[in-house]
């Protein structure tokens, strides 16, 4: 499936500070495999520019905002990440750029499948096929 949402997390926490939790198969929806986090992204850089065959995340900024644009093959969507009770989870066959960084925006994103380069789809025409052609 192609499709892409926002998930609310619950914060967890006290008069000590906040915590949010995420659990494979419960408030993250698969089986998480992969962690990684980018950080330092340098001011007006996109990100990105690429879509996979296979794979579902879950990006957050846990510190700090970007924005994702978001492209099925038909329509567009610009999504800010800015909260880090706000995952985006991305599945399947979406073209993704990210933008906008804040100077101390970390993203952290979790994934269903270790890294694979043979899953990146990094030419805009290759995908407006594979969509088609699905
Ligand atoms: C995505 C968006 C949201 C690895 O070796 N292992 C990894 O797990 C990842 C994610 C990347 N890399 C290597 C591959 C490149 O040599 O790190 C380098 C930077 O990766 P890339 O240019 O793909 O980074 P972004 O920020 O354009 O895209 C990343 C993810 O790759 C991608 O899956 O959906 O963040």
């Given at each position: 499936m192609n499709s892409y949402k926002l998930i609310s997390f619950k914060t967890l926490g006290?008069?000590?500070?906040?915590?949010?939790?995420?659990?494979?198969?419960?408030?993250a929806p698969f089986h998480i495999q992969r962690v990684y986090y980018i950080f330092d992204t340098k001011n007006g850089v996109v990100r990105g520019s690429h879509a996979h065959i296979d794979l579902k995340q879950i990006a957050i900024a846990v510190k700090g905002s970007c924005v994702f644009v978001l492209d099925d093959g038909i329509t567009k969507e610009e999504i800010l990440l800015d909260n880090p009770n706000k995952g985006l989870f991305i599945e399947g066959l979406i073209w993704r750029d990210m933008k906008n960084f804040s100077e101390d925006c970390v993203l952290l994103v979790v994934a269903n499948k270790h890294y694979d380069e043979t899953d990146y789809i990094r030419d805009y025409n290759k995908f407006l096929q594979k969509v088609k052609n699905v």
């Open positions: 006290d008069e000590r500070g906040s915590l949010i939790a995420l659990e494979a198969d419960y408030n």
